[in-house]
């Protein structure tokens, strides 16, 4: 689905953070409780996904994403269109499933 002149954009957030000590647990659950706030949901475990109108809310919640890095860890952060997450193979088991549906989103004209 595009409107005329908007891409919508996804974008996924993938880390792994030190879970070794209690203050790094704490910065691990501040940021995944960051990212559930921001709108984005589990896809897989520390695979992170959100549905934005365009390419600058996405660019948005990428810089939110970057303002709230943990201080040890590596956090990735990809940019993707709606068409491109339609190619995504997802597999359980052996077995082919299809591709979740994109969550609804409010479009103002």
């Known amino acids: 689905m595009q409107l005329s002149g908007y891409r919508f954009m996804w974008v996924m957030a993938m880390f ?4 070794d000590t209690k203050p790094a647990r704490k910065a691990y ?3 995944r409780k960051f990212l559930l706030n921001d709108g984005f ?12 109108s365009s390419e600058e809310n996405a660019n948005v919640h990428v810089q939110r994403v970057e303002r709230h890095l943990p201080p040890d860890g ?6 993707f ?5 339609e190619r995504m193979h997802v597999f359980w088991g052996k077995m082919r ?4 549906e994109p969550q609804g989103q409010l479009a103002l004209f």
Do not use: G
Request: net charge positive; with cysteine; proline share 6%.
């Open 16 to 19: 792994d953070l030190p879970t």
């Open 29 to 31: 659950w501040h940021f």
């Open 41 to 52: 949901t589990q896809m897989q475990y520390s695979v992170y996904v959100r549905h934005c």
């Open 74 to 79: 590596e956090v990735r952060v990809l940019k």
């Open 81 to 85: 269109t709606d068409k491109q997450y």
């Open 97 to 100: 499933k299809p591709t979740e």
